[in-house]
């Protein structure tokens, strides 16, 4: 059985599991994900491993997924850091139904909130940037429900560096409620976030909670593994012939450490630098069971670096640029060399 540790949630005191539980799958109102019975096995698969931290968000399902973790949280809502999000159209016709502006807020979190059967939220995530709403607007708006007792905290998830740090600056230069996460796609096939998001969050002290850690089941071996489906036919980007190419990487590593492509991918996130939590979502409590198991995988140094090699990326300019030996000597002076400092910690 796995045990989870706890980390603390970026600037915030709010401990929370390493490991939070995505429940994108709960319900099966689009064709696939796990029925309420299903759900619930997954539940307390990740509650009995010490697991605290669940995410959700007002349009998964069609809503059932908020319906249904209200009806498995009445018996220990206290003991869960609940995270849900806003955003998303979820009233058809009417144009003040999505984005991130106070009144689809508003509306969006009363309607959560009745769904979940709870008086407050512990995380509110803005699921995404909708280029449209002022930043001091949004960050108003948010802590206006968090005075309200509505919203413990807040998030940012699937928005551009540039806005959350100017979000956040004008949260503390205010004294409103600044986002303490950050949530984005990262995985081994997903590394352009490392260019300016991860970066910022490390600056600003946010956890970062990358969802599709596993590439959309590429990197759990489901491609490259025995009877594989011949995946050279499939032209979607998350098949590439490179995002192969990683996948196969990890079933080496995998191989050689006597445990699962899952749980190397997971594994991987856990190993970068800053406070990272991967959100693990499943279909089924044996997939749920095989992720958290990463929880316990200490990869190697060897394998962290030919993990890094096989899923490499150019950071761009002015990164590479500012990298290199005759710039750093430019603007570092003739000792740079010598600077005592950790080049992977942002600093502001």
């Given at each position: 059985?796995?045990?989870?540790?706890?980390?603390?949630?970026?600037?915030?005191?709010?401990?929370?599991?390493?490991?939070?539980?995505?429940?994108?799958?709960?319900?099966?109102?689009?064709?696939?994900?796990?029925?309420?019975?299903?759900?619930?096995?997954?539940?307390?698969?990740?509650?009995?491993?010490?697991?605290?931290?669940?995410?959700?968000?007002?349009?998964?399902?069609?809503?059932?997924?908020?319906?249904?973790?209200?009806?498995?949280?009445?018996?220990?809502?206290?003991?869960?850091?609940?995270?849900?999000?806003?955003?998303?159209?979820?009233?058809?016709?009417?144009?003040?139904?999505?984005?991130?502006?106070?009144?689809?807020?508003v509306q969006s979190?009363?309607?959560?909130?009745?769904?979940?059967?709870?008086?407050?939220?512990?995380?509110?995530?803005?699921?995404?940037?909708?280029?449209?709403?002022?930043?001091?607007?949004?960050?108003?708006?948010?802590?206006?429900?968090?005075?309200?007792?509505?919203?413990?905290?807040?998030?940012?998830?699937?928005?551009?560096?540039?806005?959350?740090?100017?979000?956040?600056?004008?949260?503390?230069?205010?004294?409103?409620?600044?986002?303490?996460?950050?949530?984005?796609?990262?995985?081994?096939?997903?590394?352009?976030?490392?260019?300016?998001?991860?970066?910022?969050?490390?600056?600003?002290?946010?956890?970062?909670?990358?969802?599709?850690?596993?590439?959309?089941?590429?990197?759990?071996g489901k491609y490259?593994?025995?009877?594989?489906?011949?995946?050279?036919?499939?032209?979607?980007?998350?098949?590439?012939?490179?995002?192969?190419?990683?996948?196969?990487?990890?079933?080496?590593?995998?191989?050689?450490?006597?445990?699962?492509?899952?749980?190397?991918?997971?594994?991987?996130?856990?190993?970068?630098?800053?406070?990272?939590?991967?959100?693990?979502?499943?279909?089924?409590?044996?997939?749920?069971?095989?992720?958290?198991?990463?929880?316990?995988?200490?990869?190697?140094?060897?394998?962290?670096?030919?993990?890094?090699?096989?899923?490499?990326?150019?950071?761009?300019?002015?990164?590479?640029?500012?990298?290199g030996d005759y710039?750093?000597?430019?603007?570092?002076?003739?000792?740079?060399?010598?600077?005592?400092?950790?080049?992977?910690?942002?600093?502001?």
């Amino acid at each position: 059985m796995t045990t989870l540790r706890y980390k603390l949630l970026g600037r915030s005191g709010l401990r929370v599991s390493e490991l939070c539980l995505g429940t994108m799958t709960f319900g099966d109102d689009w064709g696939w994900g796990a029925p309420p019975a299903e759900a619930r096995r997954q539940f307390e698969l990740f509650r009995s491993a010490g697991g605290n931290f669940i995410d959700t968000a007002n349009g998964y399902t069609n809503g059932s997924s908020e319906r249904i973790l209200g009806e498995l949280l009445e018996a220990d809502r206290a003991g869960v850091v609940l995270a849900t999000k806003y955003t998303v159209a979820w009233r058809p016709g009417d144009p003040n139904g999505a984005g991130n502006h106070r009144k689809n807020m508003v509306q969006s979190v009363e309607a959560s909130l009745k769904r979940l059967k709870t008086d407050y939220i512990d995380l509110l995530w803005l699921h995404a940037w909708d280029d449209t709403t002022p930043p001091a607007e949004v960050m108003r708006a948010l802590d206006d429900l968090v005075r309200a007792g509505k919203v413990l905290h807040v998030g940012v998830s699937d928005t551009p560096a540039w806005v959350v740090s100017h979000a956040n600056t004008l949260a503390e230069l205010r004294g409103w409620s600044p986002f303490v996460a950050l949530q984005i796609e990262y995985s081994l096939l997903q590394r352009t976030v490392e260019r300016e998001l991860t970066p910022m969050a490390q600056a600003f002290d946010l956890a970062v909670c990358p969802w599709g850690a596993v590439g959309g089941g590429v990197l759990t071996g489901k491609y490259t593994r025995g009877d594989a489906p011949d995946a050279k036919r499939d032209t979607t980007v998350r098949r590439s012939e490179r995002n192969l190419g990683i996948a196969r990487a990890v079933d080496a590593v995998a191989d050689a450490l006597g445990t699962t492509s899952t749980r190397v991918a997971i594994a991987w996130l856990q190993h970068r630098a800053g406070t990272v939590i991967p959100i693990v979502g499943a279909r089924t409590a044996a997939q749920l069971e095989d992720a958290l198991g990463a929880a316990e995988l200490a990869l190697p140094a060897d394998a962290v670096a030919k993990l890094d090699a096989a899923s490499a990326i150019e950071l761009g300019f002015p990164h590479d640029f500012l990298r290199g030996d005759y710039i750093r000597k430019v603007i570092g002076g003739d000792q740079h060399a010598r600077f005592a400092f950790d080049p992977r910690r942002p600093r502001i």
